[in-house]
């Protein structure tokens, strides 16, 4: 069975200041993504990591994979307050793509 | 990038009662998902919906309580029979798109059962 774990599960942070959620997955998959939920709202999706070594950057947020240690990394550079919310990794697996396994989620606040 | 809508967004039903979700892609696409994500919790994928097969349900859900429709390659329905508050939820579908096949979800429609 497929478990994706993720931490911290709750990430209180100051603006301006950096920090990384990790992702651990328990099987061999060549695909990891990172969304977005803001409360109420459903998920955005915000990188798919393809292959080991993958880095992908958007804003203050950046994603990297590491299939060989099975763990995936988002990383926040000088946080502000609009990036609070939850994020999610997920894995899918070849032969099964689009059936996604979740992460717990990381609830992420950012404080003035 | 698809575009997913859902029906209806929200909704408060009795229990024992049923409710049917509708979901519509702006694109043929062969295989629609449909998860839960309990209050407070991750999403934990329900079945795939294939067009023109029986869905494949995943362990812990059975097609009496979540029967599914694939009409067609760009819509599909997920029914929640003989509801208890347990299945208080929302309930997101999602289909893969573009060349790197990134799963995109719906809207979502949130569900309280009394």
């Known amino acids: 069975e497929l478990k994706v774990e993720q931490n911290p599960l709750f990430l209180s942070m100051q603006e301006g200041k950096n920090y990384t959620i990790y992702c651990n997955y328990s099987t061999t998959s060549d695909r990891l993504y990172w969304y977005r939920q803001d409360p109420g709202k459903s998920l955005e999706s915000l990188f798919v990591l393809l292959s080991n070594g993958a880095v992908k950057q958007e804003g203050r947020l950046m994603a990297s994979l590491d299939t060989k240690a099975r763990l995936s990394t988002l990383h926040i550079t000088a946080a502000v307050h609009d990036l609070s919310a939850t994020y999610f990794c997920?894995?899918?697996?070849?032969?099964?793509?689009?059936?996604?396994?979740f992460g717990q989620g990381t609830i992420l606040t950012v404080h003035p | 990038s698809a575009v997913i809508s859902q029906k209806p967004s929200r909704d408060i039903c009795q229990r024992g009662t049923s409710l049917t979700i509708q979901c519509q892609v702006d694109?043929?696409?062969?295989?629609m998902f449909w998860y839960r994500q309990q209050p407070g919790q991750s999403l934990t994928l329900i079945a795939t919906?294939?067009?023109?097969?029986?869905?494949?349900?995943e362990s812990g859900f059975v097609i009496d309580k979540f029967p599914i429709s694939r009409p067609n390659l760009t819509f599909s329905t997920l029914t929640v029979s003989n509801m208890s508050p347990e299945d208080s939820s929302i309930y997101l579908c999602s289909v893969g798109s573009g060349p790197k096949e990134t799963q995109y979800f719906g809207p979502g429609t949130r569900l309280l059962v009394l």
């Open positions: 694109s043929q696409v062969t295989m």
């Open positions: 997920a894995v899918d697996v070849r032969g099964a793509r689009g059936k996604l396994t």
């Open positions: 919906a294939n067009q023109g097969s029986e869905a494949t349900y």
